[in-house]
């Protein structure tokens, strides 16, 4: 609450957005009518509306478990209603038989509007094995599966009260909205439905809203399994093969899940077969590099925007940003100027070998095991390379110093990094990838330095888990 609400401040979200004639409307949840009151006084001052989460289904003691009981619901908004003037919105359960009676509650309680409906569940979703999609084990479905749902609940609702609705689960065309607005609603919400869009092409498909147009091709969601062909390094970093091929370009990504451990991203190093540079650093990626042939893992992707280099190039590298860096390699190898390869040591660098056999490649190592005793940049030398492009790729601090010193040489919109944030749909509509207000999994990975240059995030601050803004160690 404190860290949202100092971010909402120090962005100027709300004065920005009401210049332009938007309303900020916040979500709030708590697990008591308190908590609700307290969270709804302090966000007050950030926000234009504020809608009540009574919904979520997954959260034991939050959403759901207060929203399915009417009287409950009628008490939460009570208090938020005495704790602020401003307009609230009660967000409720996908319960068709239930939808009107809450709605009726919640407003005769206070509320000035009805946001219909959140997500339908708790359901536990599992692949054909049996294995639970989700970490959490519960979960709420979303999107056109629940659309039919979503619409008797509104027609629930509009036949309960008069204030506006704000009707959604499920919409992705002007058809959708319009079905939405004949049950009652006046305004809409789209969730799922921006699963794939990047943010570029955010205003031509709320524009398709109202206006029609073709459905948009999404990316692939369902995890394809496939087995480690081949397998080797130490179980800190280790190449991975798979036994099939995943079309994609350089810079592109898969979400690899271990059932049971976890699903994180991973660049692809080759799509021809399938391979992947794994670091242990965690959960994941540990049992990862304990993989042997043979072993079974469950892929979603490629995702993301990719590199293509429109003159000859310059590939820096750290650690396991060799990976796109040795895909660039493969698959543009007679564009390539040359290439900085840095990391710990030569254990770190697997992939070593063979791309010192296809291009003009130096190396540091911090212990020297390999190439120059010291740091990637201390070995990089752009003399006569003017105006040259680059693609960068390793951890953010390294990008950033990488970057500045390209940057004395050629122009910021011709130097390319690739950047990991912490990630979980990959699809683009979590938002834990956020940097600067793009979403890395479908604006990038690979971003210009121009780009990243603009914004406040890039070598400064990233996301925990939480979404919390923490400051980024160089
Ligand atoms: C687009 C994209 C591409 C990626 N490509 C690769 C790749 O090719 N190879 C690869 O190994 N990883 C890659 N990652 C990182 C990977 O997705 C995981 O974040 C990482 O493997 C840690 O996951 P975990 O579950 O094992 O550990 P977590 O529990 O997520 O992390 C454990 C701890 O390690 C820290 N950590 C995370 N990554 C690193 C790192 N690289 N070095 C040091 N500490 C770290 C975390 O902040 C945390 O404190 C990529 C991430 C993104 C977003
Ligand atoms: C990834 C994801 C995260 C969501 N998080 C929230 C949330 O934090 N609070 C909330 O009230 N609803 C949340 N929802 C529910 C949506 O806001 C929406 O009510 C529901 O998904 C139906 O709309 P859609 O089909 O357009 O996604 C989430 C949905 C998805 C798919
Ligand atoms: S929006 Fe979910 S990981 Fe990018």
Redesign the pocket.
Same mark, same amino acid.
């Given at each position: 609450m404190e860290s949202f609400a100092e971010e909402m401040s120090s962005l100027g979200v709300l004065g920005a957005a009401r210049k332009k004639g938007k309303v900020v409307m916040a979500?709030i949840?708590g697990g008591t009518e308190e908590e609700f009151a307290e969270v709804a006084s302090r966000i007050a001052p950030h926000a234009d509306w504020i809608?009540l989460?009574l919904?979520?289904p997954h959260a034991a003691g939050y959403?759901a478990t207060i929203g399915t009981k009417p009287d409950l619901v009628e008490s939460v908004v009570r208090a938020v209603r005495a704790a602020t003037g401003m307009p609230i919105f009660a967000?409720i359960v996908p319960s068709v038989g239930l939808a009107g009676l809450i709605a009726k509650k919640a407003v005769e309680a206070g509320a000035d509007g009805i946001?219909a @409906?959140? !997500?339908v569940g708790p359901l536990a979703f599992a692949d054909a094995s049996g294995n639970a999609l989700l970490t959490n084990a519960l979960g709420?479905l979303?999107?056109?599966a629940?659309?039919d749902i979503?619409l008797k609940c509104v027609a629930e609702v509009r036949s309960s009260v008069h204030c506006p609705i704000i009707g959604?689960?499920?919409?992705?065309s002007r058809g959708d909205v319009e079905s939405f607005r004949r049950a009652g609603a006046v305004l809409f919400? @789209?969730? !799922?439905?921006l699963w794939g869009v990047p943010t570029v092409e955010l205003r031509r498909f709320f524009d398709s809203l109202v206006s029609g147009g073709p459905p948009r091709p999404s990316p692939p969601i369902t995890h394809r399994r496939m087995r480690v062909k081949e397998a080797w390094g130490t179980e800190k970093g280790r190449v991975i093969v798979l036994d099939g091929n995943i079309r994609s370009m350089p810079g592109q990504f898969v979400n690899v899940w271990l059932p049971g451990v976890g699903e994180k991203p991973f660049s692809l190093a080759l799509d021809s077969p399938a391979m992947l540079l794994v670091k242990a650093v965690g959960p994941v990626s540990s049992a990862l590099c304990s993989l042997e042939g043979g072993s079974e893992v469950m892929v979603r992707g490629p995702y993301g925007n990719s590199y293509s280099p429109t003159s000859r190039c310059i590939l820096v590298a750290g650690g396991t940003g060799v990976a796109p860096i040795f895909f660039s390699l493969k698959r543009f190898s007679k564009g390539v100027l040359c290439a900085y390869i840095g990391g710990r040591s030569e254990t770190e660098l697997p992939l070593l070998h063979e791309m010192c056999s296809m291009a003009d490649v130096r190396t540091a190592t911090e212990d020297g095991s390999v190439g120059s005793k010291c740091l990637v940049t201390d070995i990089m030398d752009l003399r006569g390379h003017g105006g040259a492009e680059f693609l960068n790729c390793g951890p953010e601090a390294m990008l950033v110093r990488v970057s500045d010193i390209e940057s004395r040489v050629t122009d910021p919109c011709k130097i390319f990094c690739i950047v990991e944030r912490h990630s979980k749909?990959g699809i683009g509509?979590?938002g834990s990838c956020s940097l600067d207000g793009y979403r890395t999994c479908v604006d990038g990975p690979v971003f210009s330095y121009r780009q990243l240059l603009s914004g406040r995030d890039f070598g400064r601050l990233k996301r925990g888990a939480s979404g919390k803004a923490v400051s980024l160690q160089r």
């Open positions: 979500s949840f809608e989460n919904s979520c959403g967000k946001t @409906v959140n !997500t709420g979303s999107g056109g629940i659309k979503a959604m689960g499920g919409i992705s919400g @789209v969730g !799922t439905a749909c509509i979590c």
